[in-house]
């Protein structure tokens, strides 16, 4: 792991896990001795992974190195305050990345013109809204989006991550 502290949380979280599963080499001898069952390789791997996701969970770090660039976030207005929330819960930029991806989806099913934006509001959470003009058809693409997606997923989001519209 880097000595400066620059490190990302994908080469940490990597660094980690490689080192975790070569010190759990004794897991296979342990394995071979008949004293742990089921596969010492693979019980190597689930510590790893365990350690990786705990490291992920308590990261206070910079943010992955994607940070807010890449396809998804294309044509996104990021407004004040995103950046440094996906800072502080960076195991929540995947679901949220994933909330756009769901958004945008549903814009193209309904022919639905209308835009996305990320705001984080004075409460702390951070809200991916579809931004448009008229109010009927965007009640019909928040409904949409509670059918097919955030009422099964909006969990994942530890009630930190919402979705509205924003009427221009």
């Known amino acids: 792991m880097s000595e400066t502290g620059d490190e990302d949380i994908d080469r940490a979280a990597a660094h980690l896990s490689n080192a975790v599963y070569e010190a759990a080499a004794p897991l296979e001898r342990l394995e071979a001795a008949g004293l742990v069952?089921?596969?010492?390789?693979?019980?190597?791997?689930?510590?790893?992974e365990f350690a990786a996701a705990l490291l992920r969970e308590r990261w206070a770090g910079p943010p992955a190195a994607e940070d807010l660039n890449g396809e998804v976030w294309e044509g996104v207005e990021v407004r004040e305050g995103v950046r440094e929330f996906l800072q502080v819960h960076p195991d929540l930029r995947p679901f949220v990345r994933e909330v756009v991806a769901e958004l945008r989806a549903v814009f193209e099913r309904r022919a639905f013109e209308g835009e996305v934006a990320l705001e984080v509001t004075g409460g702390?959470?951070?809200?991916v809204l579809a931004k448009t003009a008229l109010e009927a058809p965007a009640q019909a693409v928040l409904d949409e989006l509670?059918?097919?997606?955030?009422l099964e997923n909006s969990g994942r989001g530890r009630h930190l991550v919402q979705v509205s519209v924003e009427f221009a």
């Open 37 to 48: 069952r089921g596969n010492g390789h693979h019980l190597r791997q689930r510590v790893a």
């Open 124 to 127: 702390g959470d951070l809200f």
């Open 146 to 150: 509670d059918r097919t997606f955030w």
